[in-house]
């Protein structure tokens, strides 16, 4: 039982892995355009982390649907200082600036993409 539970895990995790994630995006490139007229999504996370890598499958699908949003995954595992820059303290953690720049939502761990279409729909991204 427990080898039939190994292997489909592992099949799971292969599935997982084969799906597109939202590309990185350096966050002091970022962070000049936050707060110039248009909303902001910001993924925070990690490429080993499960949860982060499956909320970069989700924001990759939104993102097809809706290339119009500004949504950004920044990577703490390289860029360590901006965790402390942003106050984050777990992974995932998604922040929305409004258009002006304030942070209007913070959230930690996974979100589904009903939950994330009705936050873009609230903060008119």
Avoid: W
């Amino acid at each position: 039982m427990k080898f039939i539970i190994s292997l489909f895990l592992l099949f799971m995790l292969e599935a997982v892995a084969e799906k597109p994630s939202l590309k990185e995006s350096p966050y002091k490139l970022v962070k000049p355009s936050i707060g110039q007229g248009k909303p902001f999504f910001l993924e925070i996370g990690s490429e080993s982390c499960h949860s982060c890598v499956v909320m970069g499958h989700t924001l990759y699908d939104v993102s097809q649907k809706h290339p119009e949003y500004n949504l950004h995954f920044i990577n703490v595992k390289k860029e360590r200082a901006v965790a402390f820059e942003l106050s984050v303290r777990m992974i995932p953690t998604q922040i929305i600036y409004d258009k002006t720049g304030k942070e209007v939502y913070r959230h930690i761990g996974l979100l589904s993409k009903a939950e994330l279409e009705k936050l873009f729909e609230t903060y008119a991204f």
